[in-house]
């Protein structure tokens, strides 16, 4: 399944800014970054629940926000892509 | 149906940062903003051709990045929200 991974975290702090980048870290380990703070995971549910627990220790709930969605299987009809940077497949190939 | 619509807008101009005002202001006319650079719109097709029109008019497809998701009429399972400042129902309702 296409889990879609966005996060806002607040960076104000050095502790925000290390926050950040190990959230942006462990999408990466389950997926492809197709905006700054956006991720495409291809994951199967107990790849899901890991990578969830480890982004869910990361955050800080009082300060940040992450949004699953959850885009299924059909999930190439559900996406579209404008402009530069040119979507990646989650499947792992780049869409030229 | 429920359309996510997430955006990376290059802003180290004034140019960039005059856009990424706009999509702003473009997509809070139809939806809810629920991070920073992400907003879930609740719209017909009618609607949302006008939004993708103004929005792709507003871009530069050289330098920033638009991507839609289609969420389709049952949303409500497929979105999940963690940590702070509460998803937003796109309905209209703020979801306590």
């Not at 806002?8 to 970054?33: E, P």
């Amino acid at each position: 399944m296409l889990v879609l991974i966005t996060y806002d975290v607040r960076t104000q702090s050095a502790a925000g800014q290390k926050r950040l980048r190990n959230i942006a870290k462990q999408c990466k380990n389950y997926g492809q970054r197709v905006q700054n703070s956006v991720f495409e995971c291809l994951v199967d549910p107990v790849q899901f629940a890991e990578l969830r627990n480890k982004l869910e220790n990361i955050m800080d709930k009082e300060k940040d926000s992450i949004r699953y969605y959850y885009l299924g299987k059909n999930w190439k009809n559900r996406v579209e892509h404008v402009g530069a940077k040119e979507g990646y497949d989650p499947e792992g190939f780049l869409m030229l």
